[in-house]
T-cell receptor, first 113, second 114 residues
Framework: DVKVTQSSRYLVKRTGEKVFLECVQD?????MFWYRQDPGLGLRLIYF???????EKGDIPEGYSVSREKKERFSLILESASTNQTSMYLC????????????FGSGTRLTVV | GENVEQHPSTLSVQEGDSAVIKCTYS??????FPWYKQELGKGPQLIID?????GEKKDQRIAVTLNKTAKHFSLHITETQPEDSAVYFC?????????????FGIGTKLQVIP
């Protein structure tokens, strides 16, 4: 069964900390995405990547960066965590060609205090 | 850009009844419409999808319809069961510049009452 694995289910960090959220997929997918999910706002795209070492900004990239050193791993980085980044973070991947559904990870619920 | 509106935001039905969730989209170039189910504590899971060259698709108790002229699509769940309780997201997808651009609705929380 194909999988997208997010390293942490729950995370509590202090304001100003540098935070790393890790995502690994085992489907050999080229495309990987980071979303945040907030009540009443649905899923909002933060960053995405269509190839190793490639990244593109999504709709809400401010305060975030990403890293994709290997095809299977896509990391989301909060350079200096703030309380308004408290959210559920979802990683997803998809095949490279055409339009397809995503496979999502289980999510990381991040609380910044 | 694309805008996807989803209604209702919450829906309660009795077990065995049908549930319908509706979405509208704004960009006529959108050509792929997936639906995701998110159970508590889990990530969204693709449950059914439809492409723009198809008007209806069915998979057991779940069906999706697409009206390209009106730019709306709907999810129909028949004979609902308690395990159908979840948040459902619609999405509209377009291939742009070699990339797939996906816009999600805000979600519908479905509660099936036993």
């Amino acid at each position: 069964d194909v999988k997208v694995t997010q390293s942490s289910r729950y995370l509590v960090k202090r304001t100003g900390e540098k935070v790393f959220l890790e995502c690994v997929q085992d489907m050999d997918h080229e495309n990987m995405f980071w979303y945040r999910q907030d009540p009443g706002l649905g899923l909002r795209l933060i960053y995405f990547s269509y190839d190793v070492k490639m990244k593109e900004k999504g709709d809400i990239p401010e305060g975030y960066s990403v890293s994709r050193e290997k095809k299977e791993r896509f990391s989301l980085i909060l350079e200096s965590a703030s309380t308004n980044q408290t959210s559920m973070y979802l990683c997803a991947s998809s095949p490279p060609v055409g339009v397809w559904g995503y496979t999502f990870g289980s999510g990381t619920r991040l609380t910044v205090v | 850009g694309e805008n996807v509106e989803q209604h209702p935001s919450t829906l309660s039905v009795q077990e065995g009844d049908s549930a319908v969730i509706k979405c509208t989209y704004s960009d006529s170039a959108s050509n792929y419409f997936p639906w995701y189910k998110q159970e508590l504590g889990k990530g969204p899971q693709l449950i059914i999808d439809i492409r723009s060259n198809v008007g209806e698709k069915k998979d057991q108790r779940i069906a999706v319809t697409l009206n390209k002229t009106a730019k709306h699509f709907s999810l129909h769940i028949t004979e609902t069961q308690p395990e159908d309780s979840a948040v459902y997201f619609c999405a509209a997808s377009i291939e742009s510049g070699g990339y797939q651009k996906v816009t999600f609705g805000i979600g519908t929380k479905l509660q099936v009452i036993p």
